[in-house]
C-alpha cells in the first residue's frame, strides 16, 4: 500500500517524541569564522603564542554560542522543505516496505510495538539529521 510522505512524517515525529530526541544543527561556517578571527587578532598582538590563545578562545566562545540551541526533533522534522522530508521517507520505506499494513494508524501500532523496528528507524533517523543537516542528537525529555 503506497504511504504518503505525511504519514512517515508524523510516524517518524511520534518516535523522536518517545526516545526524546533533541537536535542542535551545527554552525561550524561561523565556528571556524569566530576561530579564525581571534585566531588572527591574538596574531596582531602577541605574536605566535597570540595565535594560540586566539584560536583557543574563539573556539571556546564559539561552542558557548551554539549551546542550548537544541530543538525536538519532531519540530525539526516537520519544518523540513518538502523534498528533504521526500528524501527521509524514501529512506525509511526502505526499513518499512516488507510490512503489511493497511493504514497510517496500523503501521504506527506495528512500529511502535517492535524495538527492532523502532532502533532500525531511530539509527537511520539519526544518519540522515547528522549527515544530511549536520545536527548533533541527544536523548532525553
Request: charged residues 15%; aromatic residues 4%; neutral net charge.
Amino acid at each position: 500500500m503506497p504511504i504518503s510522505v505525511d504519514d512517515v512524517i508524523q510516524l517518524l515525529c511520534q518516535l523522536a517524541q518517545k526516545k526524546g530526541m533533541k537536535a542542535a544543527v551545527r554552525h561550524s561556517g561561523q565556528g571556524a569564522l569566530l576561530a579564525g578571527a581571534t585566531a588572527f587578532v591574538g596574531g596582531l598582538m602577541g605574536g605566535p603564542p597570540g595565535i594560540a590563545v586566539g584560536g583557543a578562545f574563539g573556539g571556546l566562545l564559539g561552542a558557548w554560542m551554539s549551546a542550548g540551541q537544541f530543538k525536538p526533533v519532531p519540530q525539526i522534522l516537520l519544518e523540513l522543505p518538502p523534498a528533504e522530508q521526500q528524501k527521509l521517507c524514501d529512506e525509511a520505506i526502505h526499513i518499512l516496505r516488507q510490512l503489511d499494513w493497511t493504514d497510517a494508524v496500523q503501521l504506527t501500532a506495528l512500529v511502535m510495538g517492535s524495538a527492532g523496528l523502532q532502533e532500525k528507524l531511530t539509527a537511520m533517523l539519526i544518519n540522515y539529521l547528522s549527515k544530511q543537516l549536520g545536527a548533533s542528537v541527544q536523548y532525553g525529555k
